[in-house]
């Protein structure tokens, strides 16, 4: 039998998420991502503040899911809200 110390087991069964963390925060680099498995959530958090323009079209500073998947569809949503912006459309249109 061998051995392991708790940190060394919570290293391999965080292994997964810490991999879709680092893929979440490669796809969407303008959040940080944060897995919390005791609260069961994950977190994207805007890595710099937003306009007043930005706030008015929808966009968040935080968002909090209970899966990364569901992360992902909010997230998705949020660029989609900022390339509106980008392409001059006006906040909700």
Known sequence: M???RAAEIAVIVSAPEERQRAALEQ???EWHIVHDPHLR???ALRR???TDREVKA?????LIRASPER???VLVRQVQISLG????HP???
Do not use: D, Y
């Open 27 to 29: 796809t969407f680099p």
């Open 85 to 88: 912006l980008s392409a001059g």
């Open 71 to 73: 992360l992902v569809t």
């Open 48 to 50: 710099r503040p937003l």
């Open 58 to 62: 929808g966009i968040r500073c935080m």
């Open 41 to 43: 959530r994950w977190t």
């Open 2 to 4: 061998i051995a392991m």
């Open 91 to 93: 906040p909700g249109g």
